[in-house]
């Protein structure tokens, strides 16, 4: 055995599982080689249980690419990503965020599959998010004018935005109830879609243009009253549709609290005021 330190022991093997685990050469001396199984083999085993480990990861949160793909397919593209994105944290779950992006690289020839991998991790982040209070269907009538003037709200961990060029959400339907999915195809126009854990479920629907702009004006930190300014300017014909919307997110757990100022009023302030 080697009397070498421990880090220098744990990065030896960590350099070697995250290579092609061609070259023992460094870490066989760490090694005892008193046991049954060569020292060779049982390195082996830690260099594909690495790999292993990370592939079932890749295919528990990309569960409907993988659908699409096919097994062979997406193994060889959940290796190209293993070997080029080693693991840098310590919980699985958050493997695998930048696989759309490998995705989009690899396959260009066939980009929903990258949009289908988005959506896979959105969902994914959206049911992994952290809990956090919302604000209830009533709670915004509290507030006062001067409130509002000031009010920017605090979205629920998870709430995400993103557009798709292509059939992307017709092909995940058919894939989540297991039918044979329709042949891609670009859209007329790009969808912007809301993603979101309502309750313990993710969910996502399509957004129309001007909520999708009121949205992501929100999410990015501008004000309520500043929001509805520039959705004004954009979308002239949407001001009807404000009121409607701020229910709807209510009710879909969208909005955890609302702050004003320097202060921030969280569901229990809302009810007591």
């Not at 097994?71 to 958050?94: K, V």
């Not at 009533?138 to 509002?148: E, F, K, M, P, V």
């Not at 929100?218 to 919307?245: K, R, V």
């Amino acid at each position: 055995m080697s009397d070498m330190s421990l880090a220098e022991t744990q990065a030896r093997l960590k350099a070697y599982i995250l290579d092609t685990g061609k070259d023992t050469t460094p870490v066989l001396p760490l090694l005892d080689g008193s046991f049954g199984l060569a020292r060779d083999a049982r390195l082996d085993v830690y260099h594909r249980a690495y790999r292993a480990r990370l592939r079932d990861a890749l295919g528990t949160v990309f569960e409907r690419t993988w659908m699409y793909l096919g097994d062979d397919e997406f193994g060889r593209e959940a290796e190209r990503y293993i070997e080029q994105t080693p693991s840098h944290s310590p919980n699985l779950r958050d493997y695998g965020h930048t696989f759309p992006g490998c995705l989009a690289a690899s396959m260009q020839a066939d980009p929903e599959v990258s949009e289908l991998a988005r959506m896979d991790w959105l969902l994914h982040e959206a049911f992994d998010a952290p809990d956090r209070p919302r604000l209830q269907p009533d709670a915004l009538t509290q507030l006062s004018d001067t409130d509002w003037e000031h009010a920017k709200f605090i979205f629920t961990p998870g709430t995400a935005l993103a557009t798709f060029a292509w059939n992307t959400i017709e092909v995940w339907h058919a894939l989540d109830q297991q039918l044979t999915p329709p042949p891609a195809r670009a859209l007329p126009q790009a969808l912007p879609c809301l993603f979101w854990r309502n309750d313990k479920q993710s969910s996502f629907r399509s957004l129309s243009a001007a909520e999708h702009f009121m949205l992501d004006m929100l999410l990015t930190g501008n004000g309520f009253a500043m929001s509805c300014s520039m959705l004004a300017e954009h979308h002239p014909d949407a001001a009807g549709f404000i009121g409607p919307w701020l229910q709807r997110w209510l009710s879909e757990g969208l909005i955890s609290a609302v702050a004003k100022g320097e202060s921030v009023i969280m569901p229990r302030q809302m009810t007591e005021r």
